[in-house]
């Protein structure tokens, strides 16, 4: 059941760190490069969103990363959980998952590092391992 709810929540999650949610705005000034450069270096390291472009991250993030940011630590994930579908995929749901917690790990770490225990505390009893 925990692992069904995990997959519940974090797919959506995904969805939204992808961001296939509504946009952080179209900034395209110096510090969301400087941000969009860091995350799409660190998500290519992971082997995370491998077509993703900075010009890309600074569109979809911004300064600040709302999609993410804004929301975690408040009631993210269950309105995320009801309103988004990520449609099929061929890997299992424990990679979907485990993927989606690299990746915002990545975000949060970019745009609001003072956040990463929130995000620690949302998907600590997940089981990402199995």
Request: net charge negative; proline share 5%; with cysteine.
């Amino acid at each position: 059941m925990r692992r069904s709810v995990a997959a519940a929540v974090a797919i959506p999650l995904a969805v939204a760190a992808l961001g296939l949610s509504a946009c952080g705005g179209l900034e395209n000034d110096t510090g969301a490069e400087q941000k969009a450069e860091q995350l799409v270096s660190k998500a290519h390291t992971e082997g995370l969103v491998p077509e993703m472009t900075v010009s890309d991250a600074a569109t979809l993030y911004g300064n600040d990363a709302p999609t993410i940011c804004a929301r975690l630590g408040s009631s993210y994930t269950a309105g995320i959980a009801n309103s988004l579908d990520t449609g099929p995929t061929t890997r299992t749901p424990t990679e979907v998952v485990r993927d989606t917690v690299r990746y915002a790990r990545i975000v949060v770490s970019v745009y609001c590092p003072d956040q990463e225990s929130d995000l620690q505390d949302l998907v600590k009893d997940w089981d990402l391992d199995a």
